[in-house]
């Protein structure tokens, strides 16, 4: 009988255990799970605090408080986040600090499973843009999803469908994240976008699409059908994605960076000069298609063995304008290896440069400015070749005698452009090569860009990528001497 009762009472306990158990895993962290710990200076956070800390499945998460209370609603508001996107992630591989008045949002500088995010906006309730970037960087989503899904209210269909009945207004419907953001177009056509993407989103759910991911997986479709409930004749098509990412203030909603590959751009407020991106819809075809040039780039490194570039390309690159008023086009600050950009165009040729320049002994401009010119400008660079298909149509540009040399008119897009090919016929005609060419300084006797590019064209094509690179790495005299053995040799392709 005694023995009975004591079985029994073993089985309440485990059951409580278990229902204990149950209990916490629904509700997340519980107060007794928070611990007191010290944030210590760092590159990322470079003050102390104080801090509650508690382990969750997808990481830890740290709140700048000692309240409780004030952590339990932290907690809460994060969990609803990840299962509002249905967002599953068991890794543990995330931080996330909530703090008063963030500094700064650098952490994308470092690690993108670092995210810094102001707690009073959670603390009071404002929480749009933090949950758009919870989602967002936490589901490897679509901007749009992440937005559609944070924001509240009730959606504006009737001027919705009034807006998409112009035709004009459809390119709107790409829900890129660069739509979101008043840097690149008017904050009254970034409304429409951000109410478009919330009204899609609402849609999806209804439609059983649940999940962020899933969403983003089925643009295509959901927008269609979304267009047909409108009443709305339209068919949405198009293939350019999103493959950089916004980092936005989770305060304001403005955009800080963009990150490209291990590029982070800081954008803050003043984008780049806007000569050879115009609008929305260049600025759109820009960002899809830059991911790719640096990605060449990056593999062209990778499949010639190139191992000295590799450390570059494990690192986070940062790129501003900051200080760069006084000087007209881009450049590389070596020391911090950071790319000072001033055209948007200009950014493989630059990113080269930081890739390339550890491979250099001897200080040859011919050659430094060439590899960047011939890689970063005219082999992985689509902008570029979108400018010169304009060009060489034009016919009362200077590049028009090259433009009806290679047929230009039967060239149906940029991309069956060899614009190595048109350098060199641009040296090859000495009118067009006198107005076009660009001297690398002031000197006139110095090399042009074309030229420096169209030699290092040479050594690769007539002996290899590896002998470039031997070139590179020899010392400053050395290196006078084979570049002049080399010059009889490339003369001979201009005849
Ligand atoms: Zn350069």
């Known amino acids: 009988m005694k023995i009975k009762i004591k079985t029994e009472g073993y089985k ?32 990322i956070i470079s003050r102390q605090f104080e801090m509650l800390t508690c382990e969750k499945p997808y990481g830890r998460i740290h709140i700048e408080s000692l309240n409780e209370e004030e952590a339990l609603q932290v907690s809460r508001f994060v969990d609803e986040c990840m299962s509002e996107a249905q967002i599953e992630s068991d890794k543990g591989d995330y931080e996330l600090f909530f703090l008063h008045n963030p500094t700064n949002e650098n952490f994308a500088l470092f ?24 989602i967002y960087w936490m589901s490897n989503c679509d901007y749009w999803v992440a937005y559609g899904m944070a924001a509240s209210g009730e959606e504006q269909i009737d001027d919705l469908a009034e807006y998409y009945r112009k035709e004009d207004n459809c390119k709107q419907l790409n829900l890129s994240g660069a739509r979101f953001f008043d840097i690149f177009q008017s904050n009254d056509d970034c409304e429409m976008v951000r109410e478009t993407a919330k009204a899609i989103v609402k849609y999806a759910k209804g439609k059983c699409y649940s999940s962020s991911q899933e969403i ?14 409108l009443d709305l004749e339209y068919q949405y ?8 990412k916004y980092i936005a203030n989770s305060e304001t909603g403005g955009l800080n960076y963009i990150i490209i590959e291990n590029i982070v751009m800081d954008i803050a ?20 298609n ?44 070596p020391e911090s290896e950071t790319i000072v950009l001033l055209q948007w165009n200009t950014l493989p040729h630059e990113y080269v440069h930081i890739l390339f320049n550890p491979c250099f002994a001897g200080d040859s401009i011919e050659l430094k400015e060439g590899m960047a010119e011939y890689l970063g400008t005219y082999k992985y660079n689509h902008k570029i070749k979108e400018m010169f298909y304009d060009w060489l149509n034009q016919e009362d540009s200077y590049y028009a005698p090259i433009g009806d040399e290679i047929g230009i008119k039967s060239i149906n897009s940029e991309n069956e452009l060899d614009i190595e090919r048109i ?15 660009r001297p690398l300084n002031d000197k006139t006797e110095e090399w042009t860009y074309e030229e420096c590019s169209d030699f290092v064209a040479f050594v690769i094509n007539r002996y290899s990528v590896k002998k470039m690179i031997e070139l590179a790495g020899l010392e400053e005299s050395e290196q006078r001497k084979a570049i002049d053995a080399l010059l009889p040799e490339w003369e001979e392709t201009f005849q």
Not at 423 to 437: A, W
């Open 12 to 43: 309440q306990v485990i059951l409580y255990v278990f229902l204990f158990t149950c209990l916490a895993f629904l509700t997340g962290c519980s107060k007794e799970s928070f611990v007191k710990e010290t944030h210590k200076r760092d590159n």
């Open 423 to 437: 350098t060199h016929m641009i040296l090859q005609n000495c009118e067009v090569k006198e107005k076009v060419c």
């Open 111 to 134: 690690d993108s499973n670092i995210l810094v995010i102001p707690l009073d906006q959670i603390l009071l309730g404002e929480i749009t843009y933090t949950k758009t970037n919870l």
């Open 237 to 244: 098509e198009y293939s350019l994605y999103d493959k950089v």
């Open 216 to 229: 983003t997986e089925n643009k295509n479709h959901i927008i269609n059908e979304w267009l047909k409930s």
């Open 290 to 333: 830059i991911s790719e040039d640096i990605e060449g780039i990056q593999d062209f490194f990778i499949n010639n063995n190139v191992n000295e570039i590799e450390q570059f390309m494990q690192k986070k690159i940062a790129c501003h304008k900051v200080g760069a008023e006084k000087y007209r086009t881009s450049f590389v600050q």
């Open 269 to 288: 407020g003043d984008p780049y000069s806007g000569t050879f991106v115009k609008d929305i819809n260049d600025m759109e075809r820009y960002l899809s």
